[in-house]
């Protein structure tokens, strides 16, 4: 069974940072896309960028392409999301995601596996 736990979400002030972790088990995760999303109340899950976890080709939306980072570590099975240069509009519960085929565009209907969401709150 998949299980995907999000960790690091908190309350930053703009133009700060913060990591969040997502720790993936129940699989062995080589062929999968692990992805990033983030929702607002009332809005659609967005988009945030996605990774193949084989030879860790990463994409990015384009609103937050050159502030945020996503990698992993193969030893841990987790993936993270570094979030710098943090605006109010990057508040959001992010969720982490994964796909079991080698997609990694931003449709959220084609990812797998979900985890159960982090809260991050960018104060201005």
């Known amino acids: 069974q998949v299980q995907l736990v999000e960790s690091g979400g908190g309350l930053v002030q703009a133009g700060g940072s913060l990591r969040l972790s997502c720790a993936a088990s129940g699989r062995t995760f080589s062929s999968y896309t692990m992805g990033w999303f983030r929702q607002t109340p009332g809005k659609e899950r967005e988009f945030v960028g996605a990774l193949k976890w084989s030879g860790g080709r990463t994409t990015y939306a384009d609103s937050v392409k050159g502030r945020f980072t996503i990698s992993r570590d193969n030893a841990k099975n987790t993936v993270y999301l570094q979030m710098n240069s943090l605006k109010p509009e990057d508040t959001a519960v992010y969720y982490c995601?994964?796909?079991?085929?080698?997609?990694?565009?931003?449709?959220?209907?084609?990812?797998?596996?979900w985890g159960q969401g982090t809260q991050v709150t960018v104060s201005s």
């Open positions: 995601a994964a796909a079991r085929t080698s997609y990694s565009g931003s449709s959220q209907y084609m990812y797998d596996y």
